[in-house]
């Protein structure tokens, strides 16, 4: 991280006044739990909750060479989303592997980004390299605050709090609302929204939230419901020795469009040798990231995300293994700190929601 | 809330020493049980099992991390309480009482000068800055790499 200081979003003086933990999270201090992550974790499954995304990179990507520079550099074929959609993608290496994964907001006189905190500076150094032609790259990230509202009562909340209408607005879609940017679109497995605040209201509207007594989220429940969800984190489940294949993102990959960074890796290396399971401990202890996946007495593999699950109220992880092993109910063995435990092999997700 | 009459050790033991058994009730503090939060499972050792100070006994796990349980005093397991693990909120409701960990029998009762009063405990405390987590400190507990 080339920041020594940790930098501070715009609500960094909400968190400490709701006495939460604050870590250094790639060099941003950052909120880790305000009341507890169970508790934090099931206000989210069963209601709603608040989270601070003001650390999540965000790029706005201009001119009209954008839609050839971004098909060059994107796994989905942008010339087929329509104006008002957001899709799941990545910049990948030219070896197919990832150097991150992100959401493109499509459409509009511009087009937008969200990366990881963690890889906005990799990410702005990529595009700037592969910049040609009439391209334009802002990093809008310190511009702008970003909280979410994640839940199943994410719309009751929305009208009640913002006064805004967003049942209309489809999964993985943007609008404006009243004066608000927002995307129906999140990281924890349940419906959402985020919305794209000004700083200097960053606070008002957060605390507008408090008040209706929307519960605050730290990125400790942020972890744990993004792995019951199965949804990847780069630095753990990605990174720039994995392909999206391997993790089972097909969906975001489209290897029949016009060629991209990684495309021709990808095809030339066909079905992958290793994939992401998903495992099931029989014990309650926590299979943690780099711990060994064993197979009859030989190192298979190793965990990337591991936790437990307050919807599950069991231990769940994720790891690459052989791609024959990752059939369901494979039995398995992770190492925990020494002791060999019971896993078998699930499906992912380990949870998903009911749709209404 | 803490009692007066335990020891105290800096890894957030506390021991209730009975003199006429000559046998000492060990669990961990409420300190302990707030830090480490979201407790998830708890191992604990065997009756008979021989335990020396200051290593350690068990372990114990929430969401966030794992510690270890360190041995106060160094001894014999002579009990080991069944239902703590079953039931992990009576170490968040009740850590001096029924939340106690194991009983062991000292082998050397002199150890017990080594650790903490009451007092003490609160003032180690207080110099680490550990019981004021409201000023926004980093929280040492909290391993990054976790959500990385």
């Known amino acids: 991280m080339s920041v020594s200081k940790p930098l501070r979003t715009p609500l960094h003086d909400a968190h400490v006044a709701l006495k939460a933990r604050m870590v250094d999270f790639h060099g941003w201090e950052m909120p880790i739990q305000y009341t507890g992550i169970i508790d934090e974790h099931v206000a989210v499954r069963t209601r709603a909750g608040l989270f601070d995304l003001s650390h999540m990179g965000r790029v706005r990507i201009q001119g009209a060479g954008r839609r050839a520079f971004l098909q060059k550099l994107l796994t989905i074929d942008v010339d087929k989303i329509p104006p008002g959609k957001c899709r799941y993608s990545f910049f990948l290496t030219e070896k197919g592997t990832a150097i991150d994964d992100l959401i493109l907001y499509a459409g509009g006189p511009d087009d937008f980004l969200v990366v990881n905190a963690s890889n906005r500076d990799a990410d702005l150094a990529w595009m700037r390299k592969h910049q040609s032609g009439d391209v334009t790259i802002i990093d809008e990230t310190l511009q702008t605050s970003l909280i979410a509202i994640q839940g199943p009562r994410s719309v009751e909340t929305m009208k009640r709090v913002l006064n805004v209408d967003p049942?209309?607005?489809?999964?993985?879609?943007?609008?404006?609302?009243?004066?608000?940017?927002?995307?129906?679109?999140?990281?924890?497995?349940?419906?959402?929204?985020?919305?794209?605040?000004?700083?200097?209201?960053?606070?008002?509207?957060?605390?507008?939230?408090?008040?209706?007594?929307?519960?605050?989220?730290?990125?400790?429940?942020?972890?744990?419901?993004?792995?019951?969800?199965?949804?990847?984190?780069?630095?753990?489940?990605?990174?720039?020795?994995?392909?999206?294949?391997?993790?089972?993102?097909?969906?975001?990959?489209?290897?029949?469009?016009?060629?991209?960074?990684?495309?021709?890796?990808?095809?030339?290396?066909?079905?992958?040798?290793?994939?992401?399971?998903?495992?099931?401990?029989?014990?309650?202890?926590?299979?943690?990231?780099?711990?060994?996946?064993?197979?009859?007495?030989?190192?298979?593999?190793?965990?990337?995300?591991?936790?437990?699950?307050?919807?599950?109220?069991?231990?769940?992880?994720?790891?690459?293994?052989?791609?024959?092993?990752?059939?369901?109910?494979?039995?398995?063995?992770?190492?925990?700190?020494?002791?060999?435990?019971?896993?078998?092999?699930?499906?992912?997700?380990?949870?998903?929601?009911?749709?209404? | 809330m803490r009692p007066d009459d335990y020891k105290y050790s800096e890894s957030h033991e506390w021991i209730k020493y009975n003199a006429k058994t000559k046998e000492a009730t060990v669990g961990i503090t409420d300190y302990a049980v707030k830090q480490l939060a979201d407790l998830v499972h708890i191992d604990l050792p065997k009756v008979g099992d021989s335990v020396e100070q200051g290593t350690a006994f068990g372990e114990i796990e929430s969401v966030k991390t794992v510690a270890d349980l360190i041995a106060p005093l160094t001894g014999k397991i002579i009990e080991v309480n069944k239902d703590v693990g079953g039931n992990l909120d009576t170490l968040k409701e009740e850590p001096f009482e029924t939340g106690w960990l194991v009983k062991i029998k000292p082998s050397d009762p002199s150890e017990l000068e080594s650790l903490m009063t009451k007092k003490e405990y609160e003032e180690f405390l207080d110099a680490s800055g550990e019981e004021k987590p409201e000023k926004g400190k980093e929280d040492e507990d909290v391993d990054e790499d976790d959500f990385v």
Do not use: C
Request: no cysteine; hydrophobic share 40%.
């Open chain 1, 167 to 356: 049942t209309e607005m489809g999964y993985y879609t943007f609008a404006t609302l009243g004066e608000y940017f927002v995307s129906r679109t999140g990281y924890t497995g349940e419906d959402g929204f985020e919305i794209f605040v000004p700083n200097a209201k960053a606070h008002e509207i957060w605390n507008r939230f408090i008040d209706a007594h929307i519960a605050p989220i730290g990125l400790g429940a942020r972890d744990t419901l993004r792995t019951e969800a199965a949804m990847p984190l780069y630095g753990n489940d990605l990174d720039d020795a994995t392909t999206p294949l391997e993790a089972g993102l097909n969906f975001a990959v489209d290897l029949e469009k016009p060629e991209f960074i990684g495309q021709a890796a990808l095809k030339a290396a066909g079905q992958p040798q290793r994939r992401l399971a998903g495992l099931l401990l029989e014990s309650k202890r926590i299979a943690r990231q780099g711990y060994a996946v064993m197979n009859a007495g030989v190192k298979v593999g190793a965990i990337t995300s591991g936790t437990w699950s307050p919807v599950m109220e069991r231990s769940i992880a994720m790891a690459y293994v052989p791609a024959e092993l990752r059939k369901e109910g494979t039995p398995l063995e992770v190492d925990i700190r020494g002791r060999l435990e019971k896993a078998a092999v699930v499906k992912l997700p380990f949870y998903r929601r009911k749709k209404t």
